[in-house]
């Protein structure tokens, strides 16, 4: 039925067009798109697009369609072709369309030509005399059409014949017309710059356009051009610093102001150029310095587009000539992006780290701990950056570190990289793992370079290593092959064929059996087999009958290359003359000029051939070639591999007269001095880097052994960040300057959250230091401040604290006369305790108090003199029975947990072989220690290191004593009790200035809010100093209606509180890099709030 | 910028504009794959990715993925301005754009885009200039063509894709 309408319709186009045609037209399209979305499978997609397809093909070729109808089939047609479909047939009509339709016709053409048609299409050359005719139009708007056709497809070898007309186009009083034929011969220079060399002046022009959207265009233009050739543009570098002044300086119509960053990809433009016409320029550099540092300047507001603008600034600056104070600038700015929580800034900052370890490795060292993250994260993006990033700062110290991480991440391990290689055994290690695990994924020139190493060196020196290899491969062939990867086949026949014979102890024989078995296998592809063979036809010498035996087996093959193979490796094994001959015992001279090819050449030459040029030579006049094809002088991977018996890289064999090629040179085999061994890849490294000009093993002991002891001064850090902190001393070893630099970093901008003041806890847990009596007035305070925290005490009633401070049992529990409100309460909360409901865990005083409190007062005497100074808990009753009485009492130490029990001897008698076993399922319990006996009315101390990995509300303890009154009769008494977080929360001390540098870097955050103590005059100052009592939190600083407060797991992650008063509540903000660290830390501090 | 693509959540592309030459087989090939690539990227990771030898910008808007191809010496984030520029090219031409305008209309975003973008390069980035080019060719159209019905698009957005 809709046929019969529709053909009702186009006979009678006159009848509807003013009237129902155009609505008509949109509602094609709209069915289609409808009728699309609405089925449900590709099957159906398909032939409704057939049917649709053939229905166009219908119109279009019918004379009655008008053009009207013919643009809206256009606009179907390029609906079929965006979903997949060939709409080939109804090209020509989209160029018919542009041709002879009006204006929106021509419109919807040209955009059709420029979807379908590439720039090599034939039909394109159909389309230019409408271009023509379009560029000379009075109306501006077919202009505008065809210059925007011409700035996307357009048949290079017709430029000539447009160029005049755009050219004209420059000049034109219209801006829009002006800026798209600059475009336009953008193009045509990218294309054929030939064609517009003589028009620079033009665009000189252009570049003084008053209109800032042409002159935006031109430097396109410029950008290219300088690229090339930057010397012919220096005159110009005065200009573009003006431009650019004018812009920051907002002299540009708001127009062009993006998020009200004034024209910012012109500015970014102007960036690059500048960077191009100073690199490497002190005095043009010197022109541009107070532009950049204006940039850097301005971009300050905190968006993407301003932090793309400073991506581009630090790029120049470190491009063009150094200027120290710019530098520290670029560098800050380096630090901001790589801080930041934001993934996109991040993944730019480990760009241009990458960028700029070139010019200052010391600058990786302040991010190691944020690189060393980054190497583990969720987004492959930003691990590979990590790893591009390791790659630039590689050196002979830290390769073996780089390139198992890089091995981990998959296989993308430059060959050059392992030129640093500390020894041979790891070096072929290294490389056995690179090619089994790539495999095949390698670029094709890694086994080739790795093959070139070993080939290159002197016999002597270099035997070890081959030797090395040879075993190492004979090893890996007697396991299982089926599974290796086709190069590394094929590198390992190489080097058994080459290099078996330095293995004395090896049977030929042995080798045979192993390289022909390979032949037998199915999944070996013939190229490996031709590697195989080439191999064996090394090896032989004496050994005529294996090979006679696998010629013959070979000789029926179907593969013509391994029969011809086979055909020649009998030969050779039976002719020993011919085999001395061909196979020559000691390595030949390589003729790397090529020499023996002149006559060749110049035979060529005179029978008329080309000369040789460089392929980028060549490439350029492709276009134009009309000349006879020249001489080729092709060769095949598998026909150099059988016959170049010293080197397998494929020297490529081009003519001599190609001479001075740069690609060439560094195939030249003659003189090359060998990359093995070279020196730290760092020019600043070089002093202080021992010297590597042999690999030999001792160099990377001696450069951990550097590592470990500049480890070993600081304070001992929990085992994850140990671990990190490990890998970044040895993935940045070497970097620094001096052998003297902190591998933590420099002191400018360390990274914060490993940052830690020098305390005399960390120090060591040794005593008799006079360091340590120094320091313990300043321990005794915060002993007292501690204090505070157990008691719980507001630090406004200094007076009633001091009763609490003498850390018996008796103060706290025992003393029911005390006054003072909050010791009711925390014997309230023991109480509880000994009534066996649920656990209140205020306070660090939680050790479940089983029985009531029957401990002397000086218990804490008879700590050990090394602990006495810790700040710790009282003493607490944990079990008794007549003949054995414990109690125990924490001590917080910053990187654990000391549990300390004091085991009392209640009777008259000796109790022997006492034994405390502790067990908690949650926690690290590291050190413990055991009594033999216990005198009569005695009470031996025993401690526990316990450390806390990963937070958990409440953790419970238990164990059992173990002890004999009389030999033979063992008694075990049990106890048990319950830590909380709160116990391992230590407090962090930072400055305000590192709090927000660490704030940023952190990711995990939790948001909630908090009740606000308001009883005193000031609820912010008094709640936090509750928390800070509560937990042990340090309150870095209160600015008005907000406060900061730092603490740490041990000194394990840190998690920073941000607090802010919102009316009767305390917003509260937690930040870690701990995903669960805030909320245990928040669930303490409500518990905190609640129950004071 | 090497092009452009506009795709689906459900991966069905609803724009694609090329500024190298490359065979349809080729293009057809590099749509398939980076549209999986980006699909299956996670909402946190970050908008960046290398491909090949190119560098991937993408950006999701609602159930629109907008995806740019650059070269490594280029500079992501102001790619992904320019993404955003040209979404706001396209909100303010439609008045506060979806995907179904897009749908619709694509030949018109793909005027936009002409605009905006010529060969790969940024064109003109003030957005009073872009829309007053475009504006300019438009009064040319019939008003009948201009005026899209909001009844048909609501049918249109009950039926799942």
Redesign the interface.
Known sequence: MSDVVEKTLTALPGLFESQTGAAKITNRLRQLIKSITELTSKHEEENLIKRELSAIKEQVSSPNTTMKQMREIMVRAMYCEMLGYDASFTYIHAIKLAQQGGVLEKRVGYLAVSLFLNEGHELLLLLVNTVLKDLQSTNLIEVCMALTVVAQVFPKDMIPAVLPLVEDKLSHPKEIIRRKAVLALYKFYLIAPNQVQHIHAKFCKALSDKDPGVMASSLHIYLQLIRESPDSYKDLTGSFVTILKQVLGGKLPVDFNYHSVPAPWLQIQLLRILSLLGKEDQSTSELMYEVLDESLRRAEMNHNITYAILYECVKAVYTIHPKAELLEKAARCIGNFVLSPKINLKYLGLKALTYVVQHDAKLALQHQMTIIECLDHSDFTIKRETLELLFRITNAQNVTVIVEKMLDFLCYVPIKTLTFAPDNSWFIQTMNDVFSIGGDLLQQDDPNNFLRLLAEGKPEEDDQLRLYAVESYLTVLKGHTSHLPQCFLQVMSWVLGEYAHLQESVDRREVIRLLTQLLDQRSVSSETRVWILSALTKIPEGQTDLILDLAESLSSSQDTVLRQQAQELRHLSQDSQLREWVLVENSCAVDSSLSFLDGFVSEALAAGAAPYKPPHQRQEELSLNLEPYSFSLPVSLSSCSITDRQSPTLLSVSSGLSGNSAELSTLILEGVKRVWGKDGYLPQKEATAPPVDEPSAAVQPASQQEAAERIEPRPEPSTQNQDKQQLASSLFVGLGVGSSVSLLGKSEAPPPRFRKKPRPHESSSSSGTSKRSSDSSSRSSRNTTDSFLYGSFPEEEPATSISTFDHTPKSTTANGLSQNKDTKEDRHANTSQILGGDMVIVRPSTIQDKHPPSVSSDLTALLPADLKDLPHSDVISLTSDPSLSLSSCRLFRDEALLLVIFISNCTETVIKDVAVQLTCEELKVCTGNVMDCLEARSTSVCHYALLMDDPHTNVSLTGTVSYQTQPGHTNTLPFSGTLSTADFIRPLVVTTEEYGKLWLSLSHDVKQNLKLLTDAGDPLRTTLNALKDALQLHVVDIIGSEGIVACRLLSGAPCLLHCRVNGAALAMWLRSPHPALPDFILYHCQRALAHH | MQFMLLFSRQGK?????W?V????KEK?KITRELVQTVLAR?P???????WRDLKIVYKRYASLYFCCAIEDQD????T???IH?YVELLDKYFGSVCELDI??N??KA??IL?EFL??G?????????VLK?IE??DL???V??QS?TSE?LC??IA?P?
């Open positions: 592309l609803r724009l694609q504009k500024y030459p490359l065979s349809d057809k996670k946190k990771m970050c908008s960046f990715l290398e500079n992501e984030l102001i992904l301005e320019i520029r749908i619709f694509f030949e793909y005027f002409d010529l060969g390069e940024a064109q003109e980035t003030s957005k009073k200039n080019a300019q060719a040319l159209q019939e009948s063509t899209v048909h049918k249109c039926t894709q």
